[in-house]
């Protein structure tokens, strides 16, 4: 059985999969993590991690005879997949079983911003119904205008699931897809000026770091919602705080943060944001799968056959 590094803890069903197939050694576990990795470095021929976590180079130059890189997650911001292939390292990540959640939970925090569900939970629970009458009245997607920024996997589900809520789709990426019926701009700030939501689902990267701000937040406008389900190193925290606390746009939800697991503080006072702990990919069913095919890519390469979803 090959020998596979797990470098933190990961789902009980990867575990049990993993422990099935190969010899798992579990840094996470050890009290001396370098000693450890001294001792069974040379032995481990695939590394278990997600995106997040990557491999860090102080455990990569433990393993000099790494083959394989299996991440969970369809991002893999802390990898370098150039590097690993100059090595001749394999990487691979979990990208289509988690596209219906992500689809999912972006209109989710958008029907939440607008018809501001969160509030109107917490003024019932509050007594304020039967004490002060009805509710604000809120707003809706039927009929907007939805720019979303990455037409990728998620991006196209989401924009389906926009056109059955009576929204009109507009995308923007690097590049335009000519099969895609939707209108396309090659500049963000352009298709801001025309959206009156904008979903951001593009990867982190440096090309994508902070390319959210002011001049978006401007071009989207104070009616305008700011959506961001991929990563939060592509928006300017400091200005979004701004533009929310001076009500340059109407509102924002957000699944993901720069500083995982610390948002903004400010942000946790506006009454026009709903904030979601990067649970986009978060059901049972999707963590579940993606754990699988983290197991399956492993299994693939360790039985000579091509892996399922390299990067
Ligand atoms: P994907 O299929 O690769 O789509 C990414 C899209 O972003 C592509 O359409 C690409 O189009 C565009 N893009 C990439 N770099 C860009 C750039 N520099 N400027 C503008 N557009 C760019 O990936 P996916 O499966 O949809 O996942 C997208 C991202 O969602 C992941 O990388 C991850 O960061 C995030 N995510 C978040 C969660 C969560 O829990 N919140 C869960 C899953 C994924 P072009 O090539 O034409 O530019
Ligand atoms: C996961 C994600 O929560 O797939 C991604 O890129 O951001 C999420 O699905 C995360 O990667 C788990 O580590």
Not at 165 to 170: L, T
């Amino acid at each position: 059985m090959a020998d596979v590094l797990v470098i933190k803890p990961m789902l009980p069903s990867v575990i049990e999969a993993l422990e099935e197939n190969f010899t798992v050694h579990k840094l996470y576990e050890a009290d001396d993590p370098s000693a450890f990795l001294t001792s069974i470095g040379s032995r481990v021929r695939g590394v278990a991690t997600s995106g997040h976590t990557g491999v860090p180079p102080e455990i990569m130059h433990k393993l000099p005879n790494l083959e394989i890189v299996s991440s969970f997650g369809v991002g893999y911001d802390a990898i370098d997949p150039e590097d690993c292939r100059r090595r001749g390292i394999i990487v691979t990540n979990t990208p289509d079983v988690l596209t219906d959640a992500m689809a999912e939970i972006t209109l989710g925090l958008m029907i939440a911003l607008c018809r501001k569900i969160p509030q109107a939970d917490a003024y019932m629970r509050a007594g304020h119904w039967t004490a002060k009458g009805n509710y604000p009245l809120t707003s809706e997607l039927t009929g907007k205008t939805v720019g979303i920024f990455g037409l990728g996997r998620i991006g196209k589900e989401v924009a389906r699931r926009a056109q059955a809520f009576k929204m009109q789709v507009v995308y923007c990426g690097r590049n335009e897809q000519p099969y895609e019926p939707y209108p396309y701009f090659a500049d963000v700030v352009e298709m801001a000026k025309v959206s009156d939501w904008l979903i951001s689902i593009v990867p982190g990267s440096a090309a994508t770091d902070r390319i959210i701000g002011r001049r978006v937040f401007d071009a989207l406008g104070p009616d305008g919602y700011f959506v961001n389900v991929g990563r939060g190193s592509t928006v300017d925290e400091e200005e979004l705080v701004k533009v929310l606390t001076e009500g340059r746009i109407a509102g924002a939800a957000l699944d993901v943060f720069e500083d995982e697991p610390n948002a903004p503080e400010a942000l946790f006072a506006l009454d026009n944001v709903v904030l979601s702990p990067h649970q986009g990919s978060a059901t049972r069913k999707t963590r579940w799968a993606m754990g699988d095919l983290v197991v399956r890519n492993l299994k693939a390469h360790f039985a000579g056959l091509p892996v399922i979803t390299p990067v």
